[in-house]
C-alpha cells in the first residue's frame, strides 16, 4: 500500500505537537530557573540534590525548612482551618516564598553544585530571577512585593478539602485524596501544587491549567 509522504510529515507533526502538550513547557529559562546562564550551573541543584538532602523536605530538598511562624489565612465562612506552619508539601515552596529566608541569602542551599560545598559556598544564583532590581524585595506571589509571613490575603493551604457535607459549594473530587486529574489534593488537602506545578511554566504563573473563564478555581468551587 502506497503512503501520500505529506500524510506521513502531518501524522509525525501531530504526534509531536501532542507530546509537547503532553509533557508541558520545560523549567529551563523559566522563573524557577536560577542558574546562571554563563556559568554552566546545574538547575535543579536550587531546589535537589541527590546527595545530603533535607531530611524533613521531600523529594531531596536541598534547603534549609523556614523557621518562620506565618499568619494563616481564616474566614468565619471556612469550614476547616489552616495550620500556623503549613504542611511540608508546601513547606517546601515557602523555602523561597515565605518573603524572609531566602532574602539577601546567596548561598543557602545545603549542598552546593557540582562537586558541593556543605556550607554551600559554591552555587552563584542569578538574583535577577527573584529579586526586584530597585529595592531588592523579592519577587513573591506573582510578582508583587509580600507581606513577609502573611498568608492571610492568599488563598488558604494545607487545609483540609471540605467534603459535600461540610460544605455543599465545593465539587466532589473523583479522588478524595488526590484531587483531579489537573487540579491536585495531597493527602486530602488543599497545597500550593494543588493549583501550581512548580517544573512546568506553560501557564503563568505555573499554573496547573488555565484559568481563562475562571475554569481553575471552578474546579474546585461552585459559583
Not at 512548580?198 to 505555573?206: R, S
Amino acid at each position: 500500500m502506497k503512503i501520500n509522504a505529506k500524510l506521513i510529515v502531518l501524522i509525525i507533526f501531530l504526534m509531536l505537537t501532542i507530546a509537547v502538550v503532553a509533557y508541558g513547557a520545560t523549567i529551563v529559562g523559566s522563573k524557577h530557573d536560577i542558574s546562571t546562564s554563563t556559568s554552566g550551573e546545574e538547575i535543579c541543584v536550587y531546589c535537589h540534590t541527590p546527595h545530603f538532602s533535607n531530611t524533613g523536605l521531600k523529594p531531596l530538598w536541598n534547603r534549609q525548612t523556614t523557621t518562620s511562624t506565618f499568619t494563616p489565612y481564616s474566614s468565619p465562612t471556612m469550614n476547616t482551618s489552616c495550620p500556623a506552619i503549613p504542611n511540608p508539601r508546601s513547606l517546601v515552596c515557602f523555602s523561597c516564598h515565605d518573603g524572609v529566608n531566602a532574602n539577601n541569602k546567596m548561598h543557602d542551599l545545603i549542598n552546593g553544585p557540582g562537586a558541593g560545598s556543605i556550607p554551600d559556598t559554591t552555587s552563584s544564583p542569578n538574583c535577577d530571577r527573584c529579586h526586584w532590581t530597585t529595592d531588592n524585595n523579592l519577587r513573591l506571589f506573582g510578582g508583587y512585593p509580600t507581606q513577609p509571613l502573611n498568608l492571610n490575603t492568599h488563598h488558604p493551604i494545607s487545609n483540609t478539602y471540605p467534603t459535600a457535607v461540610q460544605d455543599p459549594m465545593f465539587n466532589t473530587p473523583p479522588d478524595a485524596q488526590k484531587g483531579w486529574s489537573d487540579v491536585k489534593l495531597d493527602s486530602g488537602r488543599v497545597e500550593c501544587i494543588s493549583c501550581h506545578d512548580p517544573h512546568d511554566p506553560g501557564i503563568n504563573p505555573f499554573l496547573r491549567k488555565s484559568n481563562s473563564g475562571s475554569a481553575l478555581c471552578l474546579t474546585c468551587h461552585i459559583k
